[in-house]
């Protein structure tokens, strides 16, 4: 096997999981709100904030795409290839799982919001904690891209 194809086994993780996960999360989100709108239909657009909130991690993946893609040259080492693969493995698991996580959060409140609680900015304070992880595995991404 080439070193460069190691090398986009992690960009394809990064971008996959990463993609998987804020699919997942705006889905759990959106569920949430279209039974929220049953009970109270004119706080649509705190559920569609809270819903595409899990949508950023997705992003991340996908800018983390960039950061490493001028690494990804045919005469790649070994080494490099090993780093781009575990920034990817790394983004794309911890962005699949705070995505799902975060999702969860936002569509309780969503669930809240319907039955009458004024509880958005609380929800959107919370939600941060779980994005908070995904922010931290692409400033990795971001400073192993500069270590190489």
């Known amino acids: ?3 460069i194809i190691l090398a986009y086994i992690g960009v394809g993780l990064m971008i996959g999981l ?7 999360g705006v889905t759990i989100g959106g569920n949430a709100a279209v039974g929220a709108m049953k009970k109270n239909e004119d706080a649509f657009g705190n559920y569609l904030i809270l819903s595409a909130l899990p949508g950023t991690q997705g992003l991340y993946g996908f ?16 080494t490099t ?20 996580r975060q999702g969860q959060v936002c569509a309780n409140g969503i669930a809240a919001i319907g039955s009458g609680y ?7 304070i919370l939600a941060v904690f779980p ?7 692409f400033a990795a991404t971001f400073m192993i891209s500069g270590a190489l």
């Open 1 to 3: 096997m080439e070193p």
């Open 18 to 24: 990463a993609g998987i996960g804020s699919a997942f």
């Open 63 to 78: 800018m983390g795409y960039f950061i490493l893609s001028g690494f990804l040259v045919p005469d790649i080492t070994w």
């Open 81 to 100: 290839a090993a780093a781009i693969f575990g920034a990817g493995l790394a983004l794309g698991t911890v962005g699949l799982l705070s995505a799902i």
């Open 118 to 124: 004024n509880v958005f900015g609380k929800t959107m």
């Open 131 to 137: 994005e908070l992880y995904a922010i931290i595995a």
